[in-house]
């Protein structure tokens, strides 16, 4: 059964080789989308041995992922892992994400942090953030799930192939959930561990994004209309 790998990044040259190397290891199919980086994010990935493709802009990190995911359901994969490019994420939970799809159980299973046994290094602000998403996310899609904005999510090829994404940029990681209630997907929570450090931390979204991704969210749902 055919595992990709899809790894959104912006001027991540710092990192993706380590990364890369480390997802390499589950399979030899790495997809990474350089999102128009001003480093040598391509380069570096490139010769750590992923496939690079590249966006000539910025666009976000939801048209990065949305090209990785036709990238990787064009070359027959079966599964599709979504992964950072920040070094956060640790490839040892791979497996875990897989096999509930491989074996038939559920379309989709997504990453919790909070089913883990410790959430280290996680500032309090940003717990309380993700915490009131969770309680959005749960509103509006039903969805009964202990995490959000995780990035950490593995997915069927059928059920891939019938998200209907538009956002661009971090409003991405909740337009999936919708998917997932809108479509019916089968879905299911698996506990990983995201290693927060002073560089992840200060890659990650501030709390004023969450106003840009309230803002994205309204306007897909408009086009979606």
């Given at each position: 059964?055919?595992?990709?790998?899809?790894?959104?990044?912006?001027?991540?040259?710092?990192?993706?080789?380590?990364?890369?190397?480390?997802?390499?290891?589950?399979?030899?199919?790495v997809?990474?989308?350089?999102?128009?980086s001003?480093?040598?994010t391509?380069?570096?990935?490139?010769?750590?041995?992923?496939?690079?493709?590249?966006?000539?802009?910025?666009?976000?990190?939801?048209?990065?992922?949305?090209?990785?995911?036709?990238?990787?359901?064009?070359?027959?994969?079966?599964?599709?892992?979504?992964?950072?490019?920040d070094?956060?994420?640790?490839?040892?939970?791979?497996p875990?994400?897989?096999a509930?799809?491989?074996?038939?159980?559920?379309?989709v299973?997504?990453?919790?942090?909070?089913?883990?046994?410790?959430?280290?290094?996680?500032?309090?602000?940003?717990?309380?953030?993700?915490?009131?998403?969770?309680?959005?996310?749960?509103?509006?899609?039903?969805?009964?799930?202990?995490d959000?904005?995780?990035?950490?999510?593995?997915f069927?090829?059928?059920?891939?192939?019938?998200?209907?994404?538009h956002?661009d940029r971090?409003?991405?990681?909740?337009?999936?959930?919708?998917?997932?209630?809108?479509?019916?997907?089968?879905?299911?929570e698996?506990?990983?561990?995201?290693k927060?450090?002073?560089?992840?931390?200060?890659?990650?979204?501030?709390?004023?994004?969450?106003f840009?991704?309230?803002?994205?969210?309204?306007?897909?749902?408009?086009?979606?209309?």
């Open positions: 059964m055919m595992l990709a790998i899809v790894i959104p990044a912006y001027n991540e040259a710092k990192m993706i080789a380590e990364v890369v190397k480390e997802v390499l290891a589950a399979t030899p199919h997809f990474v989308i350089d999102d128009g001003s480093d040598d391509a380069g570096s990935a490139a010769h750590a041995g992923a496939t690079v493709m590249r966006h000539v802009i910025n666009r976000g990190q939801g048209a990065a992922l949305r090209t990785g995911l036709e990238a990787a359901i064009r070359a027959g994969a079966e599964i599709i892992v979504t992964f950072d490019a070094g956060q994420m640790s490839a040892a939970d791979i875990a994400l897989t509930p799809i491989a074996a038939g159980l559920c379309d299973v997504l990453g919790s942090r909070f089913l883990a046994a410790e959430v280290a290094g996680l500032p309090r602000v940003r717990r309380w953030t993700l915490k009131a998403a969770l309680a959005f996310t749960r509103a509006t899609t039903g969805l009964k799930l202990t959000t904005h995780n990035g950490l999510r593995a069927s090829h059928v059920a891939a192939a019938k998200l209907n994404l956002c971090m409003a991405h990681a909740s337009e999936i959930l919708e998917e997932i209630s809108r479509l019916g997907l089968r879905y299911r698996v506990p990983v561990t995201i927060y450090t002073d560089y992840s931390l200060a890659k990650g979204q501030k709390l004023t994004g969450a840009r991704i309230i803002k994205d969210l309204v306007l897909s749902s408009w086009i979606k209309n």
